[in-house]
């Protein structure tokens, strides 16, 4: 498959896409911004959080739950407000590190990974949110967390490690939101690019962007075999989400951050919003279920 450009976005770093109320949104991490895309007139609106950017996954009311740099924020979409949530992070995420990509699990709470800024081997931190809002360890000794994400019946969960070059699986425990039992579903060359973020389709397997790849690949969700994989004319592939009418568009971020003048000419939609049209459909993408501050 091949994918079209979407949007000729030009980011630093696009990540994080999530499919809202029929209308697709995403980050630029390193400008702090969540992005809005209006089909209707194919116009952008952003909201500046102040911040890095990790992850924004949508709450109710207007607001979205956000991860920045070292902190977690509120987001009200209509007033473009931003409320720093007071709850603790344990342990803190350092000045080293930073937070990166995210999910909302099945009980609503967000998940979300820190990333080591100066590539130091497992020193970041996977997080899941209590209800309250504090967040606390769901797996240590990570070095680059990336993409997550749930089997079509949550007992499994999916999750990168992106300097570990491998995508993992573990058995997922509704009851107490915990996981256990790991093991390396895939492990990928290291060959110069890595495994970034994911989405899950309905028949429970894997969409893989892979940084440095030019492409997503669709791994089966329990042999780690590849079914497929989706072409892209640039090479820092970061993310991906379904969306459109059936849920059956794979919208695709990318990075164009790091790239010289050679290889920006060479590929010039580097950064930009892709998509391609899939046989399968995705999973949706659940809402936050932590109670938002007042607007």
Not at 60 to 75: K, N, Q, S
Not at 123 to 150: C, F, K, M, Q
Not at 257 to 276: K, N, S
Request: aromatic residues 8%; contains cysteine; charged residues 20%.
């Amino acid at each position: 498959m091949q994918a079209q450009l979407h949007i000729d976005a030009r980011h630093a770093l696009g990540e994080g896409p999530v499919w809202h109320h029929d209308t697709l949104y995403w980050v630029n991490i390193t400008e702090g911004r969540l992005y809005r895309h209006n089909a209707a007139t194919d116009t952008l609106t952003h909201f500046d959080v102040g911040s890095t950017l990790g992850v924004a996954l949508p709450a109710a009311d207007g607001w979205w739950w956000t991860a920045r740099e070292h902190d977690c924020a509120w987001l009200h979409e209509p007033s473009s407000k931003v409320v720093p949530l007071d709850a603790p992070i344990t342990p803190p995420v350092p000045a080293s590190l930073r937070f990166n990509d995210g999910f909302t699990g099945p009980d609503g709470h967000p998940w979300v990974g820190s990333a080591a800024l100066d590539g130091s081997r497992e020193t970041a931190i996977l997080y899941r949110a209590d209800e309250t809002g504090a967040l606390h360890v769901a797996l240590p000794n990570i070095t680059l967390s990336n993409g997550l994400g749930w089997s079509p019946d949550k007992s499994q969960f999916y999750y990168v490690d992106s300097l570990a070059h491998n995508l993992s699986v573990f058995d997922y425990d509704a009851s107490t939101q915990t996981i256990a039992n790991r093991r390396i579903l895939r492990e990928f060359p290291q060959d110069g690019s890595v495994p970034d973020g994911l989405s899950i389709d309905a028949e429970g397997h894997i969409w893989l962007a892979i940084w440095g790849g030019s492409g997503v690949l669709r791994i089966d969700g329990q042999s780690g075999d590849i079914l497929d994989r989706i072409d892209l004319p640039v090479s820092q592939v970061t993310s991906c989400v379904f969306g459109g009418p059936e849920n059956r568009t794979l919208f695709i971020t990318s990075a164009r951050a790091g790239l010289d003048d050679d290889a920006l000419a060479a590929q010039p939609l580097a950064g930009g919003i892709f998509r391609v049209e899939t046989d399968v459909a995705g999973l949706p993408c659940p809402p936050c279920s932590l109670p938002p501050p007042s607007a």
